[in-house]
């Protein structure tokens, strides 16, 4: 930015872009979107040929690396990482005094930004080596706690990792297995997920991602920032969204209904959660890799009702010129809410499951951002609207 003023009195010339429409706030090498023809890649390597090839432990290991491991090196990455998946006893005593109703978002939130107490050493992140430690940490600790908000929420003894388990399997363990029975996830629920977590790992600088670089450009610990960047996340019109669009799905409740609702979004009276997007002008990929693997969960668990809710909005929608015009297509939130709910999980669960993958790609931003000699401590300016110099007026003069 250059900002030109001509005297002392003259305020200059400044770029007002509110939402940041059109200001790139740093310059990344992890995450490439082309919007207009719905184009998703990590470190060059498409979102497609990754959920078809890879694993969410690999990804994470690319977006943070920047290059895809050799089999030693991601040996290496797995098993360093598990070596801290349980948590302190004293996060667990701290997470029992949510009430038994609390949002399990607030939770994670929370929660997160506590580990930064039991990490002091984390607020060195000019250290490199530390600061892969603390990532590692995150990565593996982030699952352990969003279970153990789910097991509050029932009511139900929290589940221990275990590292004999991939990295997904031992999340779906610590949700759904009861006490000290046996359980395996079924082979097919794993995949789906790990796709899933593949799909949400990065999205470049979307809100949530902003969060974690602004927070971290003023070199708090990550923890901290982290806790920032998932109450970001919280908010409906971000990672809220899918949870959002499940209340709609119910809210609308029959396909009969569908038109009288599109009607009515029309009229400004709501959005159809789940659409539309800041950047992708057209069909965001990663919905339709999720639409895929919706199928795949579906054939084992059966058909969610809301799905033909979702199938008919989804139709009218890409036929009415109210979306067309606007460049509305399904984002990644409109249909795995519904890949969710059939695995089991209740809706406020849905941004926990979005908060946990987005947090290799939240740390892969971070590193970057520590490690780019350009960087500076995020500090926008703003064009002030408000009154001219004034005289300061007593309370007994004040009308
Ligand atoms: N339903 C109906 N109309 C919409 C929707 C929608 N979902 N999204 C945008 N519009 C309309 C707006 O009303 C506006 O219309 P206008 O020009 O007549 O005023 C126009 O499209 C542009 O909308 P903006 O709000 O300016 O678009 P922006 O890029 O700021 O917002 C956003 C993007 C927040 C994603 C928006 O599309 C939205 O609210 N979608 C629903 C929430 C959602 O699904 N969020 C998840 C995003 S993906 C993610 O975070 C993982």
New binding site residues.
């Given amino acids: 930015l250059r900002q030109i003023k001509v005297n002392d009195d003259d305020f200059g010339l400044m770029t007002y872009d509110p939402?940041y429409?059109n200001t790139a706030s740093t310059r990344s090498s992890i995450t490439y979107i082309d919007g207009g023809k719905g184009i998703l890649r990590y470190r060059g390597y498409p979102i497609e040929q990754l959920a078809e090839e890879s694993t969410f432990v690999e990804v994470a290991y690319l977006l943070l690396h920047g290059e895809l491991p050799t089999e030693t090196q991601l040996n290496e990455w797995e098993y360093e990482t598990k070596q801290h998946t349980v948590v302190h006893e004293n996060i667990k005593r701290q997470m029992e005094a949510f009430r038994y109703d609390a949002h399990p978002m607030g939770m994670l939130t929370s929660t997160v930004a506590a580990l930064s107490t039991f990490y002091p050493e984390a607020k060195n992140v000019k250290d490199p080596a530390n600061r892969m430690l603390q990532i590692r940490r995150l990565i593996a600790k982030v699952p352990t706690i969003a279970a153990f908000t789910y097991r509050h929420s029932l009511g139900h003894p929290y589940t221990y990792p275990n590292n004999e388990l991939s990295y997904t399997a031992n999340f779906l363990s610590m949700m759904f297995k009861m006490s000290d029975n046996f359980y395996e996830p079924h082979p097919a629920l794993v995949r789906a997920l790990d796709v899933l977590f593949i799909l949400h790992a990065d999205?470049e600088q979307?809100?949530s991602t902003s969060t974690m670089r602004a927070i971290g450009s003023s070199h708090a610990d990550p923890y901290s920032a982290l806790a920032g960047s998932a109450a970001a996340l919280y908010g409906?019109?971000?990672?809220g969204?899918n949870e959002?669009?499940l209340r709609m799905l119910t809210q609308i409740g029959d396909v009969k209904n569908v038109p009288d609702f599109i009607s009515r979004?029309?009229n400004?009276e709501g959005?159809?959660?789940?659409?539309?997007?800041?950047v992708y002008k057209n069909y965001?990929p990663r919905a339709r890799i999720i639409k895929q693997v919706a199928d795949e969960v579906f054939d084992l668990v059966g058909r969610n009702p809301l799905l033909d809710i979702a199938l008919e909005l989804e139709r009218i929608a890409l036929e009415d010129d109210?979306?067309v015009s606007?460049r509305?297509y399904p984002?990644?939130?409109?249909y795995s809410g519904l890949i969710y709910q059939a695995m089991g999980l209740p809706v406020t669960m849905f941004p926990v499951m979005?908060a946990i993958p987005r947090t290799a790609g939240w740390l892969a931003q971070w590193n970057e951002m520590l490690e780019d000699p350009d960087q500076r401590i995020a500090r926008p300016r703003q064009i002030y609207t408000g009154s001219d110099e004034r005289e300061y007026v007593h309370l007994a003069h004040r009308r």
């Fill in positions: 939402g429409v999205h979307n809100c409906p019109l971000h990672g969204a959002a669009v979004v029309k400004g959005r159809l959660m789940g659409f539309g997007h800041r965001d109210y979306f606007r509305l984002n990644v939130d409109f979005f």
